[in-house]
């Protein structure tokens, strides 16, 4: 069975501080993708990100940037220089590459980041 | 214009009551899902289709039926609505097994 832990259910910053998001994957397929989602107050989902279980290369955008460990089945979010516009809940999802059955969601994490 | 609809966005209704909620999609995406969101809870999927003619149960699809009109519809109805079915529903649609794009939501009471 696919399962996502993020252990942190609420953390909360001063504006200006780095965060980072922990994402733990458990899943028995070889072939699998990652994604960040982002749900801020206004409740709509935002995709942030794909990654393919083949690929560990670490991607930065912008402000963000996500570690892939494939080693420690996780998948972590780090936000550089939080701004105010950055509180939201983050979600971290799984899939089976082959045949998406199973989308599956962690728990989400709470940010807020505190002007 | 959004590529993922939901109509109505706001429903209040009375226990007993059927209720449908609509998705539409302009994505030309073949899979579309429905969720239920429960504060503290994340997302529960409630059903997933993966064309018109493949309709599957998710983890909580008790008191839920969908219906896939088109590839571009897909529709939730509450057959008697009860109050624990009070909930955020989002409607979801992928391409294969890539990300999923969400509708904007419909918040739904149950008195």
């Known amino acids: 069975a696919q399962k996502v832990t993020q252990a942190q259910t609420e953390i909360s910053v001063v504006e200006k501080e780095d965060v980072t998001l922990d994402c733990v994957y458990e899943?028995?397929?070889?072939?699998?993708?990652l994604f960040w989602y982002k749900q801020p107050p206004s409740g709509e989902l935002v995709f942030l990100i794909r990654r393919n279980s083949f690929d560990e290369q670490n991607e930065i955008s912008g402000r963000y940037s996500w570690n892939f460990q494939k080693s420690t089945s996780s998948f972590n979010f780090t936000i550089t220089a939080s701004q105010v516009v950055d509180s939201a809940v983050y979600f971290c999802a799984l899939s089976k590459r082959n045949y998406g059955q199973n989308f599956v969601f962690g728990p989400g994490t709470r940010l807020s980041v505190l002007p | 214009d959004a590529d993922v609809t939901q109509t109505p966005r706001n429903r209040i209704t009375k226990t007993g009551k059927r209720i449908m909620l609509e998705c539409s999609q302009t994505k030309g995406h073949d899979r579309m899902y429905w969720y239920r969101q429960d504060p503290g809870l994340g997302l529960r999927l409630i059903y997933y289709?993966?064309?018109?003619?493949?309709?599957n149960k998710g983890e909580i699809s008790d008191g839920y039926s969908v219906s896939r009109q088109a590839q571009a519809k897909f529709s939730l109805s509450l057959e008697s609505a009860i109050p624990n079915q009070t909930a955020l529903y989002f409607c979801?649609?992928?391409?294969?097994?890539?990300?999923?794009?969400f509708g904007p939501g419909t918040r739904l009471t149950v008195t």
């Open positions: 289709s993966f064309d018109v003619k493949d309709i």
């Open positions: 979801a649609t992928s391409a294969g097994a890539y990300e999923q794009y």
């Open positions: 899943t028995r397929d070889t072939t699998y993708y």
